[in-house]
């Protein structure tokens, strides 16, 4: 019988060594002859846990996988365009030095991933700047130091960094050097962090963590921000007075014009609400269709506030989606509602919003008062789900009573309020 | 043409590319389903071909009829722009079932015809085919020979799990192979022993140890029987004798597993007295190739013994009792050293 495989054009063996575990991929080397050094010549290198099923006597799963991955590459032969290691077994060791030296040697790797324990920083060594062909780069867990000289990476597009030790202005200048970055994600920095971002090319923004300040200050192009701010209450109150000028809505959001879709968590809503408001804002979101914040605190005038701007601002918006925050320490009087009929453009319509989700609510004014607006401005919209929140059950007959009072500029419009 | 008459022509007008297979047949093909192959597009474009049963596009060699169809098959349906990516991979899914050698020649033809969607697809499920599976299980799949010699099969795992010894053995099994090569070349009579794949771990020390052709087991009763002509015999019972206290002192010092002490302390001791002990228990084998080894120099092969000695030793290191086993035995008929290393029992 003949053989049906062996024969095929090296590009497709790989292809198919590619898609198997490297386990697998280094097993086909005792299928027969031919097959002894396919494996070889991949050029994707994916570890994980896996790699190393059983153990030696006297061995750890960390010590397996070492020397399985430096017998690996020292076999391998060949440019290796992937290495990723990812597996929580694996912790700082000299050995991952080696490795990364011996990347960055034959300067061919495109992508490289470093998923590891977080028990320890691993401190990764300066050859790392010297992969000249790098496109992507994940690093987690690690300790990073650009030599001051780093030209940066010119043909990075995607960068996630999660748990690095590094310093602001290096991660700055890092991200500045790299002219067609497009994808970028900040992840736990150790300290709160001020960050500004420069990236001419940036599309997609992931930001989560103890930010202490962020300025995009130059992001024409971003389309996605996702933002999930953690902040501690006192920081807060200490932003309040330090900046009760500038305002953090439009330092933030004004260099994003063509931004496409917006979600911000935990305090976010509350940062950009910080410093004074701007009044109407002067740039249209033209392009923003999906808003997504959570934790607004609807008892804090200043937070609402943003809300409304930002949803004025957006007049293509297709879908909105909001959960109230835990109302604790109501700032500013609760009940001027009458900044709804004063700050919200007179016949305002929103053309394209279809739909709308609430969880958390309460009932309290001024809740009321978004979905009112909401309803009443929203011309094509489709289903309005309300989750009620836990606590305030009382509350649920009165709201459910308001909420059928209000007009609906759309007659397709759906309310579905959820019983949990 | 005015554009009423475009339109009533235009239906019953459906274009069609002809395509000629490597058996000869020639068929024709409506055009858009055709045009999904980059090659048969670039071949319409650029050369023009195609249009007529005459000007048949001639398909690479590795597209036959009812692959061909399959490959249709395929482009027909994804060449319709509305189709949801949820139907897609419905498709796709539904459409890779089929049997092993169908899926290669597939990816094979798919290849050919630079349809890379198609080569994707195929290349994940030949992957999911081969993944989890034993080598035993993988090789009857696919029709693959089983033709690695037992210690190429482990060099490459052993290897990467760390074993010294074995990346000894390999390595002294790489030199070995060299200098029996060389030898060959020099033999003019003896045919091969019949060389089978299926070799156990005996059989490939005794390789090492005997040579095919009984080379290196010639080489050393060859030395016997000179050394026989020489000395007395009572000189040589006397070695044998004597050597049994270095007997017990390699085998003790095997006992303890130290291979890197028992390198430094006797390797002289050890090639000799294994080579008393040939000639006390004299073969009863025929040396008539007893010359063929006169080329060599004593000296390559003195290296020679004194290497298979090492490494059989580290080897064992671990198994004393095969290391009093091999020493107090005599060769059996066709084999010096039966040594077992551990795990190439297992094929």
């Not at chain 1, 130059?218 to 920081?235: E, F, G, I, K, Q």
């Not at chain 1, 809300?307 to 109230?324: D, G, K, M």
């Amino acid at each position: 019988m003949d053989d049906l495989i062996s024969d095929l054009p090296q590009s497709i063996l790989e292809s198919i060594l590619t898609r198997l575990p490297i386990r697998d991929a280094v097993k086909t080397s005792i299928l027969s002859r031919k097959w002894r050094y396919k494996w070889a010549s991949i050029t994707e290198l994916v570890f994980d846990g896996e790699c190393v099923s059983s153990l030696h006597e006297g061995s750890t799963i960390e010590g397996s996988l070492v020397k399985f991955i430096t017998r690996v590459l020292f076999l391998h032969q060949g440019p290796i365009h992937k290495f990723q290691v990812s597996t929580c077994y694996l912790h700082s060791c000299p050995d991952i030095d080696q490795w990364i030296l011996f990347l960055s040697r034959s300067s061919d790797v495109r992508e490289l991933i470093l998923k590891l324990g977080e028990a320890e920083w691993v401190r990764i060594p300066s050859c790392l700047f010297s992969c000249k062909k790098l496109t992507h780069l994940e690093l987690s867990s690690c300790e990073l130091d650009p030599p001051p000289r780093f030209k940066g990476f010119l043909c990075l597009r995607s960068l996630s960094l999660y748990r690095v030790l590094v310093a602001a202005d290096a991660i700055e200048n890092l991200i500045w050097n790299c002219p067609l970055l497009e994808n970028l994600a900040l992840s736990y920095f150790d300290d709160s962090l001020a960050i500004t971002i420069r990236a001419p090319n940036l599309k997609h923004l992931y930001l989560e963590g103890d930010f202490a300040d962020i300025f995009l200050e130059n992001t024409p192009l971003l389309c996605n921000l996702s933002v999930v701010m953690y902040m501690a209450d006192d920081m807060a109150e200490q932003f309040e007075l330090e900046q009760s000028s500038n305002c953090n809505f439009v330092k933030f959001l004004s260099h994003a014009p063509r931004l496409e879709s917006l979600a911000g968590r935990a305090y976010f809503a509350k940062y950009l609400s910080i410093g004074d408001d701007p009044g109407p804002l002067s740039i249209t979101f033209d392009h923003l269709k999906i808003i997504e914040l959570c934790e607004v605190s609807f008892e804090d005038m200043k937070e609402v506030l943003v809300l409304l701007r930002l949803i004025t601002s957006s007049p293509n918006l297709e879908e909105l989606r909001i959960s109230a925050g835990a109302n604790t320490s109501p700032a500013g009087a609760p009940d001027s509602l009458d900044i709804w009929e004063r700050e919200c453009p007179a016949d305002w319509t929103f053309k394209q919003l279809k739909v709308v989700k609430m969880t958390d609510v309460d009932g309290i004014p001024h809740e009321m008062e978004l979905l009112k607006f909401l309803l009443g401005s929203s011309l094509v919209l489709k289903t309005m789900t309300i989750s009620p929140s836990t606590y305030f059950k009382h509350n649920r007959m009165d709201m459910l009573i308001e909420l059928l009072r209000f007009r609906r500029a759309s007659s397709e419009a759906e309310i579905i309020f959820l019983q949990e | 043409m005015s554009e009423g008459a475009m339109a009533v022509v235009k239906p019953e007008m459906k274009s069609y590319i002809w395509l000629q297979t490597a058996d000869g047949s020639i068929q024709q093909v409506e055009e858009e389903v055709a045009m999904f192959c980059p090659m048969i597009c670039r071949e319409v474009v650029q050369t023009g071909m195609g249009s007529s049963k005459n000007y048949a596009i001639v398909l690479p060699q590795r597209v036959n009829p009812p692959i061909l169809g399959l490959i249709l098959d395929y482009c027909r349906f994804h060449q319709i722009p509305g189709r949801s990516n949820k139907e897609r991979k419905t498709f796709d899914e539904k459409f890779i079932r089929m049997d092993t050698k169908k899926l290669c020649e597939l990816t094979s033809a798919a290849d050919s015809l630079q349809l890379k969607p198609l080569v994707d697809l195929t290349s994940r499920a030949l992957a999911r085919i081969i993944e989890g599976k034993t080598p035993e299980e993988i090789r009857e799949t696919f029709h693959l020979p089983d033709d690695l010699t037992e210690e190429e099969k482990l060099e490459p795992l052993r290897n990467i799990t760390d074993d010294p010894r074995i990346r000894l053995l390999n390595r002294l099994y790489a030199r070995k192979r060299k200098e029996l090569k060389e030898r060959e070349k020099l033999k003019t009579v003896e045919a091969e022993e019949e060389r089978v794949d299926e070799r156990s771990a005996d059989d490939l020390l005794s390789y090492i140890n005997s040579g095919d052709g009984k080379g290196v087991r010639a080489n050393k009763s060859k030395k016997k029987n000179r050394r026989r002509k020489d000395p007395s015999k009572d000189a040589l019972s006397n070695k044998v004798n004597g050597d049994h206290d270095e007997v017990e002192a390699v085998s003790t010092a095997c006992s303890h597993g130290e291979a890197k002490d028992l390198e430094v302390a006797s390797p002289h001791k050890a090639s000799k007295l294994r080579d008393s002990f040939i000639g006390t228990f004299s073969p009863k084998l025929e040396f008539d190739d007893g010359d063929m080894d006169d080329d060599l120099d004593p000296a390559m092969r003195e290296e020679l013994d004194r290497e298979v000695e090492d490494f059989a030793r580290r080897l064992n290191s671990d198994w004393p009792e095969r290391m009093q086993e091999l020493l107090c035995l005599g060769p059996p008929e066709s084999k010096l050293l039966p040594v077992h290393i551990n795990g190439l029992d297992r094929r």
